[in-house]
């Protein structure tokens, strides 16, 4: 596809989001966005009020926002969840095509409504929007420069896990540069549920029919299918 000019980017957007079940006596240490006084069962709603929250701890009547899901660690007292949502568009890629091959269909819009329409689609996962139109895509492949395109993959799967692996389960694996990339594969494969990534080999997802018991693995990162 192509385009006729830069266009302005725009910010990620994410659909209404829910939490998992609340965790006792559970921590995630650290990546502390911010900080909010309320009820296990209220912070939730306000993690989901938060730019960048992805998940929560709470002690002792406050709730903290967590910009990232690390390795947890059992401490009494706490509660702990993170955020689920249906679907996140990521920071669009200026200039940049997603090439033909994993097509559902191109419609005709504005940029801005490229990310909506692709969360409405079960099988998107992805969009390139140029001259006027939105590609809707399976999945980020064939990526390429091209002047006045903007492409975005959009984020199907539960809050990623860093320097977390799960262990066994796995029913195959695949090639891709980013964690992010692991969800669309997985989605598109039969009885997966879960995937742990590395940079073996520029970078692999390791598909998984569940998640399964967990174990802190520097350079994995790993979630769960929505």
């Not at 969840?81 to 191109?106: M, R």
Request: aromatic fraction near 10%.
């Amino acid at each position: 596809m192509c385009g006729l000019a830069m266009y302005p980017t725009y910010p990620v957007i994410t659909s209404s989001s829910t939490c998992g079940p609340l965790q006792s006596d559970y921590d995630y240490p650290g990546q502390d966005l911010s900080s909010a006084p309320g009820q296990p069962g209220e912070c939730c709603s306000k993690c989901s009020n938060t730019p960048g929250c992805v998940a929560f701890s709470w002690w002792q009547g406050t709730c903290y926002f967590k910009s990232k899901v690390g390795s947890g660690v059992v401490k009494t007292g706490v509660i702990s969840s993170v955020l689920k949502s249906s679907g996140q568009c990521l920071q669009p890629e200026s200039n940049t095509d997603y090439n033909a091959g994993s097509d559902i269909l191109t419609v005709q819009a504005p940029q801005g409504d490229c990310c909506a329409l692709c969360l409405e689609n079960n099988e998107c996962h992805a969009y390139s929007w140029g001259w006027g139109y939105c590609s809707l895509k399976r999945g980020r492949t064939n990526v390429s420069s091209k002047d006045g395109v903007t492409s975005a993959r959009v984020y199907r799967c539960n809050s990623l896990e860093y320097g977390i692996d799960y262990i066994g389960n796995d029913i195959g694996s695949a090639a891709a540069p980013a964690p992010e990339d692991c969800c669309a594969l997985c989605r598109q494969t039969n009885n997966c549920r879960a995937f742990s990534w590395n940079d073996y080999n520029g970078g692999t997802c390791y598909l998984k029919s569940g998640k399964g018991d967990t174990t802190s693995k520097s350079g994995v990162t790993s979630a769960t299918v929505l």
